[in-house]
T-cell receptor, first 112, second 113 residues
Framework: GENVEQHPSTLSVQEGDSAVIKCTYSDSASNYFPWYKQELGKRPQLIIDIRSNVGEKKDQRIAVTLNKTAKHFSLHITETQPEDSAVYFCAASSNQGGKLIFGQGTELSVKP | NAGVMQNPRHLVRRRGQEARLRCSPMKGHSHVYWYRQLPEEGLKFMVYLQKENIIDESGMPKERFSAEFPKEGPSILRIQQVVRGDSAAYFC???????????FGPGTRLTVL
């Protein structure tokens, strides 16, 4: 069935360092890959997304890369700040369904 | 433009009671998705609805759970005869169309005593 694996489950970095979170997906029909940030007790918030016709997308300190052949995609956060601390979820979706299949989440901690 | 609205934000029920969770999508959005998040876990898809239609309910438990999105009014997720294992945060998301961005509501945190 459809599955998204996310690693690592926890990530601790020093302020100013980069953070990388990786996801792999199983459904080859997946063609939309959003990333959500969830702070404790809050709603998931969309931070960036990428579609299958693009290999990379960047928005200020955040970038996402997609390798369709290998079925994996990654989130890159540069110059991390303490306010980046949160749980990050990757997800995959296809136009055959619309539903988002989420990874297990990565708890990012940025130490000042 | 108001975001996705959910109510109540917190709901406490005793075992065997019914829980009704409401979701009003963003203005202009006709696609509604419900997800469940157990403590310390990720989000699991439950059901996808458009106005008056259930498009995909593959994530819904076979018993006690139902969802609707009537022509008028909010989408409703209904849980009958709640059990302690139903305690979770239930999030609704809406989008303008298939494969458009999904925006999440603040969630309803259900506690079953």
């Amino acid at each position: 069935g459809e599955n998204v694996e996310q690693h690592p489950s926890t990530l601790s970095v020093q302020e100013g360092d980069s953070a990388v979170i990786k996801c792999t997906y199983s459904d080859s029909a997946s063609n939309y890959f959003p990333w959500y940030k969830q702070e404790l007790g809050k709603r998931p918030q969309l931070i960036i997304d990428i579609r299958s016709n693009v290999g990379e997308k960047k928005d200020q300190r955040i970038a996402v890369t997609l390798n369709k052949t290998a079925k994996h995609f990654s989130l890159h956060i540069t110059e991390t700040q303490p306010e980046d601390s949160a749980v990050y979820f990757c997800a995959a979706s296809s136009n055959q369904g619309g539903k988002l299949i989420f990874g297990q989440g990565t708890e990012l901690s940025v130490k000042p | 433009n108001a975001g996705v609205m959910q109510n109540p934000r917190h709901l406490v029920r005793r075992r065997g009671q019914e829980a009704r969770l409401r979701c009003s999508p963003m203005k202009g959005h006709s696609h509604v998705y419900w997800y469940r998040q157990l403590p310390e876990e990720g989000l699991k898809f439950m059901v996808y609805l458009q106005k008056e239609n259930i498009i995909d309910e593959s994530g819904m438990p076979k018993e006690r759970f139902s969802a609707e999105f009537p022509k008028e009014g909010p989408s409703i997720l209904r849980i009958q005869q709640v059990v302690r294992g139903d305690s979770a945060a239930y999030f609704c998301a809406s989008s303008a169309g298939l494969l458009n961005e999904q925006f999440f509501g603040p969630g309803t945190r259900l506690t079953v005593l």
